[in-house]
């Protein structure tokens, strides 16, 4: 009978222990990993929002970058609900959180309680049969060798099962108390959390107010800002054609240089029907004002660059999108047409421009009075415009993020802006949807 109730008590103690095991499965990684990539977001939005009003302050102190001034601030009113929305975000998965350790806290709880009763229960068979029966007596009274054996050996395991499941009380005791502690930490999290919000909501508004506020000022001297775009407007076809006209005249004088190339390098074969051949080939397409002829090797950066859209670095590492690509009615002054075949950044001053990939330096122009630099990567080009220093020169090879100067003062509002295009031979593109999110 003695036997029988160890060995149930046994059972049971295994059960128990597996129980626990279970309970203790290493926490939801996912859930983890998902909590610190909404944390590193946040930070993100958090350093654009105080870069952000960096610039505002900058606009605010300048009478002729109202136009600027609005546009911040409707980059920064998106920047604060994305951040309110992260925020959200964050609380909702908190309480998730929260709720589970609570629960596994109640679990372990009621886990404590059936071990100590199991242990109990154990100790108090032991006690109550150390009469009927001794170790020594028990030992002696097996029929043979190897039953007294398999009886030493139950005792040794009974025993260390004994001190198992005190070690597992005392653990259960530690780990509901390091839940405790970690649910009060949640809470006051949660809490912060929360009055983070609150504060995010009340900029928000304000934000909105002085938007709205700005956007009335405006409409008061729309004329005077019309006249201002279409200025603007004008200069920027002016610097779009020259632009242009560089990009085909590089991809003229590149396919003229690699065909003849290409003919010194046919010339010198023995086979003089084979040198012909290759070089009328070759001559077909340097008339081609269209389309580079690459190489193996700009093959695969081109490749390379193509394979990276909506990956690359912006041309800055913090600004302010003022002026967005297309053709569209100005936000705020709708009598005047948009005509943007890129994107442009309100930087602070002395802000450095950096290579958005790879590359060549192809051209680096003098264009009324401003500077513009292109790199080639493959049959893509970016195109920087708006520099005031260039510490590149033609034919120079860059590396992603490296620097390439530094902005330059706007003839008009004496705001720093960079104006960047994105091109697939002759073609612009859309930055947009070649930029990473920030």
């Known amino acids: ?177 390091a839940k405790n502690e970690e649910i009060v930490q949640m809470k006051a999290e949660k809490l912060a959390l929360l009055e983070g919000k609150e504060v995010e909501i009340k900029k928000l508004e304000m934000d909105r107010t002085a938007t709205t506020k700005k956007a009335q000022e405006l409409k008061q001297k729309e004329k005077q800002l019309a006249s201002t775009l279409q200025e603007k407007q004008k200069k920027r076809k002016e610097l779009d054609v020259a632009i242009k006209k560089a990009i085909e005249a590089e991809i003229v004088a590149a396919n003229k240089k690699k065909a003849e190339e290409a003919a010194k390098a046919a010339k010198a074969k023995a086979n003089k029907n084979t040198t012909n051949t290759s070089s009328s080939s070759r001559s077909g397409k340097t008339t081609a004002k269209n389309e580079i002829v690459l190489t193996p090797d700009e093959q695969l950066v081109s490749n390379s660059f193509a394979n990276n859209k909506g990956k690359l670095p912006w041309p800055v590492a913090k600004g302010a999108k003022v002026g967005d690509f297309g053709s569209y009615p100005h936000p705020d002054v709708p009598s005047v047409m948009i005509e943007n075949r890129g994107i442009d950044i309100l930087v602070e001053p002395n802000t450095p421009v950096r290579a958005i990939f790879q590359g060549e330096v192809t051209g680096i122009l003098d264009v009324m009075g401003t500077k513009v630099l292109m790199i080639r990567h493959g049959e893509y080009l970016s195109v920087y415009q708006n520099l005031a220093s260039v510490n590149v020169k033609k034919g120079d090879k860059v590396t992603t993020k490296q620097s390439i100067g530094t902005v330059a003062k706007s003839s008009t509002n004496n705001t720093y802006e960079l104006h960047f295009e994105v091109w697939k031979n002759n073609v612009y593109l859309n930055p947009n949807q070649w930029l990473s999110g920030r």
Not at 150 to 172: C, D, G, M, P
Request: hydrophobic share 40%; no cysteine.
């Open 1 to 177: 009978m003695l036997m029988k109730n160890h060995i149930f008590s046994r059972l049971l103690f295994a059960v128990a222990v597996l129980t626990l095991t279970l309970m203790f499965a290493p926490f939801d990684a996912f859930s983890q990993s998902k909590s610190a990539k909404l944390k590193n977001d946040k930070k993100k939005i958090e350093t654009e929002i105080a870069n952000t009003q960096k610039l505002l302050k900058q606009t605010e102190k300048n009478k002729n970058a109202s136009l600027q001034q609005i546009s911040v601030l409707r980059q920064q009113i998106s920047n604060r609900e994305a951040l309110i929305t992260t925020l959200n975000t964050e609380i909702f998965q908190l309480e998730e959180e929260l709720a589970l350790n609570v629960k596994l806290s109640q679990d372990l709880s009621k886990k404590l309680e059936y071990m100590k009763s199991d242990y109990s229960r154990v100790v108090y068979l032991a006690y109550k049969n150390r009469k009927l029966i001794d170790k020594v007596t028990f030992l002696l009274s097996a029929d043979n060798f190897s039953q007294m054996f398999r009886r030493i050996k139950y005792y040794s395991v009974f025993a260390n099962n004994v001190k198992r499941q005190v070690e597992l009380i005392e653990k259960t005791q530690e780990e509901i108390k």
